[in-house]
């Protein structure tokens, strides 16, 4: 990690209870400006909660949180979500059913006051590859892939620089999955954005992100690179076994 | 504008211009989808023609409802007297049509003030969870823990009996369901990914559950109104037919066979023509009712 470009997501000794339930217990990143973490680990492992964390939806944890420079309380700062935005995992439940692709992306932008909304719209619409001719559909004329493409121009629109990626491609064929991966590839370039970004996938980890992190009952285990990840260059016995279990599947 | 309502490939396009042309398609498809079935179109046509009936009543009608001949009591039906006359000679078709405007108006009424009550109390309560939704929802079983004709009753001789405390007191027994209904709905939408994306744009509470939360329950919420019309229809007038709903002489349905209660045996046409009426709207209404359900509720598909 470049020790030049400041820390755009800092995450020290975060905890979550659900109850009596310890969901994360004491998890510390750090992610430079445009770079990308990634967080792997089973399904109840905690990563989806630190996201959820960051992501201002669930206000109860304890710990240090930064983003963007702006240390996170109970009360959030009012440009907060023009500076974070989130892309689901399940395309199918993240778009309004009852909302046209032109109403969700307009929202953002309704409620941050920003202006000039047709211009934004059919630019980030062309930003994420989709035909203009989608702009007034509804979801459900739509394909996964597409929906997946009007979540991230979603989160795009009001030009957020740290976008966090919940699974966002582990609801999609293969072929499109790629598609998706390399779009936002493409767009971290050109906006300087920083990822962070939860799968259980390792491979679409690994592709992404320089820096992975892995998870196993609450506690992030070991970090390593993406290339000693890929090397199985692994120090914790849970990082080899998902390592094993992600290479019988591929 | 007015035009392209009729133009097929405009409404069905699937790339939509505007917003408008979407919304016009979406409407199209539910209709195409409501059409299809017979039954709900004969409950729609019925409706709409005893909703003209109680507008045209001033031109449809033969006779005044309100003058008494008692030189032509109890006539049975005829070309001077479409449906006969009453106890007190009034013309009974007339008084039909007119007792149409009492009836459906008051049950309208009814809709107007539960509908956004219900929806409201459901939304919020089952939105913010947590001690609203206690407060709001223990109300609400008080509410529903009343015998519904017993509270309405006991309502209506605490004012005074009348066309307007006949409908709050309707209303006032008849909200509880919809905000449950409306909390059971929110319940299932608040968690959902979508609204987490609408949060995240810092949206506010009261934004989220108007914009993005009540035009979703909207579609259970019409269902379920449309299928207690009947209910509130009938609850009219059995109100009425205590003596507690509108008041003689005005042709209230229930009033009416109240009134000619006495005649059943002999001059049977009396009551019978304005129960004939009460249970075609009811019926009318539940066939419209089990069409939109059909349309409208995600849960049937």
Known sequence: ??????????????????????????????????????????????????????????????????????????????????????????????????QTVDRALSEPLLVQGIGDID???????????????ARFRYPHQ??????????????????????????????????VQAEILNLLADLREERKLTYLMVSHNLAVVAHLCPWVGVMSNGEMVEILSAEDLRAGRTRNPQTTRLRELSAELG | MIGRLFDRAWLLSDSPQSRAQAAWGRRYRLWCDFRANKPALYGLATVIALLACAILAPLLA???????????????????????????????????????RVTLGMVLAVVVLVAPIGLAVGCVAGYYRGAADVILMRVTDVFLAFPRLILALA?????????????IAIALTTWPPYARLARAETMTIRDADYIAAVRMTGASSGRIILRHIMPLCLGSLIVRVTLDMSAIIIFAASLGFLGMGAQPPSPEWGTMIATARRFLLDQWWVPLIPGIAILVASLAFNLLGDGLRDVLDPRQG
């Open chain 1, 1 to 98: 990690m470049s020790h030049t470009r400041r820390d755009m997501i800092i995450v020290d000794d975060l905890r979550v209870r659900f109850g009596s339930h310890d969901a994360v217990r004491g998890v510390s990143f750090r992610v430079p400006e445009g770079s990308s973490f990634g967080i792997v680990g089973e399904s109840g492992s905690g990563k989806s909660t630190v996201m959820r964390a960051l992501a201002g939806l669930n206000d109860l944890w304890d710990g240090y949180l930064e983003i963007a420079g702006m240390p996170l309380g109970r009360g959030k700062p009012p440009d907060f979500f023009r500076r974070v935005q989130m892309v689901f995992q399940d395309p199918y439940g993240s778009l309004h059913p009852r």
């Open chain 1, 119 to 133: 211009r934004r719209i059919r630019q980030v619409l062309a930003d994420v590859a989709l035909p203009a001719a």
């Open chain 1, 142 to 175: 739509l394909s996964g892939g597409q929906r997946q493409r009007v979540a991230i121009a979603r989160a795009l629109i009001s030009e957020p620089s740290v976008l966090l990626l919940d699974e966002p491609t582990s609801a999609l064929d293969v072929s």
């Open chain 2, 62 to 100: 033969t006779h005044d409802p309100v003058t008494q001949n008692l030189g032509q009591r109890l006539l049975p039906p005829s070309t001077q007297h479409w449906l006969g006359t009453d106890e007190l000679g009034r013309d009974v078709y007339s008084r039909l049509l007119y007792g149409a």
């Open chain 2, 155 to 167: 309502f209506v001789a605490a004012i005074q009996p009348g066309m307007t405390s006949a409908v």
